[in-house]
Structure formats: C-alpha cells, structure tokens
C-alpha cells in the first residue's frame, strides 16, 4: 500500500502543477500538442535528462571501482588547488589508487572559471589520451571537467563553436564523449545533473556558457561527508542557488509556449521551460530549502542539515536542468563579469570574485515582483513554501509577498545590502543591462517578456535589499 500511496500523491502533484495563472493556464494538457512543428510556432514536448545518481556518505571509496568497471586505463581527475589537499580529492584519489587506475592530476580549474581557465583545461586534456575524467569540487570544477572532456572529444573544434549563441556558434554536439564522474563538494550547482558548463567570456565581462545534454556527467557520487568542509559563506552562496534553480525553473515560462518549436528532436535545447516533471523536484527542492539551508550555514558540522541540502542540490539540479532558469541568472551574469574590487568573505582566491549563487539571489525580490503577475499562484505557493502566511493575501500581492519573504530569509542569513555592498553604483546599471542582453538562452525562458528598461529598473531596485 505505501507504494501505492507513493504513485497517488505523485498523480496528485503532477496535476497540482496545471495551475490557472497567465503564463501556464491550459498548458499541460492540450491533446492538439503534438502536431508537427511545421504547422505551430510553440514547442509541444518536453524531455527529461538528468546524470545517474549514487548518494551515500562514503560513496567516493566507490569511484575506483566504478572506473575499473567503465575498463578505463587513463583517467584525467580534476579539482582545484584549494581542493587538491582536503578530504574530498584525497578520498577520491585513495579509491583510484586501490584499485590500480592509472589517472593525472589537473588542479589548476579557476573558482568561477573564464574562457581563459576553460582553455588551460582543454588544452591539458587535449595533450592526453584519457578515456576517463572525474571532477571533484563544485560547480566550477565540475563545469571546466565537462568542457575539457567535450573538445578533447572533439579535437577539430574552435571554442567558439559550442558556446551558446548569440556569443558563439551555439553548434550541436554530435560527437561521443569520454565517462565523465562528477563528485560534487558543495550543495548548490547542480552540475552533478546538467549539461550545462557555465564560465566568464572575459571580453564581454559576462557569463555564458555551453548547453547540450551530452555534457552530462555519467554518474554523479553525491557524498554528504564532503559538504562538512564548506566553510559558512560557501555553504550560505551555494544554497542561493539551490534556492533560486527552484524558484526560476518552477516560475519560468511554460516548455509549450517557447518558441521556436524544434525542426528535429537534436534542437531541442536543454533549457526547456517549466514541465510538471521538473516542478515536483523544484517544489521539493525549495521545501529542502526551507527547512535546512539556515540550518546547514549556521552550524557546519549539522550533518543531517547539510546532508538534506546536498540532496536539494540534486532535486533543484534535476528540475532546472531540464526547465531551465530565467532572469535572476540571465542578470547574474554581468553583476559575476563586472566585478570590481570584491572578494568574496571565506573564498580562498587571488582575484576579485562574486560567488555565483550570491549574484543570483540578490537580484530575486526585485525579478519575482516583476514576474509574479505572470503566474501569481506559484508565487504564491513558493512563498508559502519559504514560511508567509498567503491566507489572506490577494493575487496581485504575489510578487511583494514573495519578495518580502525573500528579503528577511536573505536578511536572516547575512546576505550583503544589495549590488551597492559589492561596489556597484547608478552608473554601473547600464553595463549591466548591456551584459544581460545577450544571455537570451535564459531570459527568454522569464514568464514575462522584458525590455531594456525592465532589466535598468530591476537592476537599480536591487541595488538595496533593506
């Protein structure tokens, strides 16, 4: 009977996901979906992919023998210097070395990676015959492992040729790509389940990246002992993209109304809109937030706490991978590239950094009032979620409630006043705006259409937070 329990309150959300709000009202269930793409403008189908996934505490001793089983002979492990003496690599290189893999170390991935650090990582798998990698750090190094292994794979490629349009050829990935291992170290990104590789294109002071499923990391070993070495903040920014992967992935548009519709199945793009498969892992994941993020930030040693968030990493990641994110990333972008003279409290790095989920959530109040007229009910809901009381609250208070809620949850958790805390003034807003405008692989997902002076408005209201 519990399984049968299980099914049913899995039907239950599954419809509980047709809500009536603008943006998704009759979007699920229309029997005419399927006709060709010839003849509609909207996509009519959705697909769900995600890496295979082994949780455990402990799990890393079992990466030896999962490459032994994969018959590597030359396996490329990658992390970053910071990493490369802490708990996590070693295990990771103890189970390697137990069961006689043969790998090479590259440990100089760059914590919030550019086009640059990609290129060093490529060019060191390039110079190998390595039919294995294994990535061992956070998104990071997880996203620089997938890049190296994608051109080393294929080795006539310009860098160019992958990267997501408009910034670059935004080519399909038609290649077979070596087993990629993903030991995820902190509880945030989500890589551990995507296609996607995120960096810094340095001439443009802002982020893009390179989306295709083949990117997926073969197996992902998510070992909650490794989250116990993050230190607060780290813990603290990697929540806040925990946190904003559900909010966007569940609030963005639906995967039936993006367009254009596909010519062939291969077009399709990872990001794909909200589907009622990825809003039951984003619902659960923002409910993981609730309950465990102060929690796993406050006390560092609350194994269960950061164990749970861990998990949520992978829910969130499951449901954004494959929904996609919409504008608090497509603006995060520039506030990362721009960065001035700010570092980063409990980030050990020779450069100025703004950790990525700390760009995301700062920008959240301000992009879920905005958007909140779009779908207020699942505003609603995600703000019920995170603790309000939505007994009374009308419709059109969607986006201020969640937003207010937001606020004192950031607040709680010491999260700076707003850009202005991370050096940015007025005049920086249009440089920033500037750099959102061509992350439209995500700001096209937003339930709500924008322009310019959308972005300059949501930019100067995020300024402050209190």
Request: proline fraction near 6%.
């Amino acid at each position: 009977m519990a399984g049968r329990d299980r099914v049913a309150l899995l039907l239950q959300q599954l419809a509980a996901a047709a809500c009536r709000c603008p943006a998704h009202s009759n979007t699920y269930h229309q029997g005419a979906g399927a006709a060709a793409c010839s003849v509609r403008t909207t996509d009519y189908a959705f697909e769900m992919a995600s890496s295979n996934i082994r949780y455990g505490e402990g799990v890393t001793q079992e990466l030896g023998m999962d490459l032994q089983n994969m018959g590597a002979r030359n396996v490329c492990l990658m992390t970053d210097s910071n990493l490369s003496a802490l708990p996590p690599v070693k295990a990771a290189l103890e189970s390697l070395a137990q069961n006689g893999v043969n790998y090479k170390v590259f440990d100089k991935v760059r914590v919030e990676p550019t086009d640059s650090s990609f290129k060093a990582a490529i060019a060191f798998a390039r110079k190998e015959s390595f039919d294995a990698y294994v990535a061992v750090g956070g998104g990071s190094v997880i996203d620089t492992c997938k890049a190296a292994n994608l051109y080393a794979s294929h080795p006539e490629a310009e860098f160019l040729d992958f990267v997501n349009a408009p910034i670059g050829k935004g080519k399909p990935v038609t290649g077979i790509l070596k087993p990629l291992i993903a030991v995820p170290t902190t509880a945030g990104t989500g890589s551990e389940t995507t296609g996607v590789a995120i960096f810094d294109f340095e001439e443009l002071k802002a982020k893009t990246g390179i989306a295709s499923r083949a990117l997926k990391p073969t197996l992902g070993l998510v070992d909650p002992l490794h989250t116990l070495h993050m230190p607060q903040r780290v813990a603290a920014n990697s929540g806040f993209d925990v946190l904003c992967h559900a909010l966007e992935s569940y609030t963005a548009l639906p995967y039936n109304m993006r367009k254009p519709c596909p010519p062939n199945p291969i077009n399709r793009p990872a990001y794909q809109g909200s589907n009622p498969i990825s809003d039951v892992w984003s619902r659960h994941a923002l409910s993981v937030v609730a309950r465990y993020m102060k929690r796993a930030v406050f006390d560092p040693e609350d194994l269960e706490a950061r164990s749970s968030m861990h998990l949520a990493s992978v829910f969130a990641g499951i449901g954004f991978g494959n929904a996609g994110v919409h504008l608090c990333h497509g603006m995060s972008y520039p506030i990362a590239g721009n960065v001035k003279t700010y570092r980063a409290k409990d980030y050990k790095v020779d450069h100025p950094v703004v950790p990525h989920g700390l760009s995301v959530v700062l920008t959240s109040p301000a992009v879920f009032t905005f958007t909140a007229p779009m779908c207020p009910e699942r505003h609603l809901e995600a703000a019920q979620i995170l603790g309000a009381d939505v007994s009374r609250v009308k419709r059109e208070d969607a986006g201020p409630l969640l937003a207010d809620t937001l606020r004192q949850f950031l607040y709680d958790l010491q999260v700076e006043d707003g850009l202005s805390a991370l050096g940015y003034t007025k005049d920086d807003v249009p440089r920033l705006v500037k750099g959102t405008i061509p992350q439209e692989r995500v700001t096209k997902l937003s339930p709500r259409e924008h322009t310019e002076e959308d972005l300059t408005d949501l930019f100067e209201a995020s300024l402050k937070l209190y």
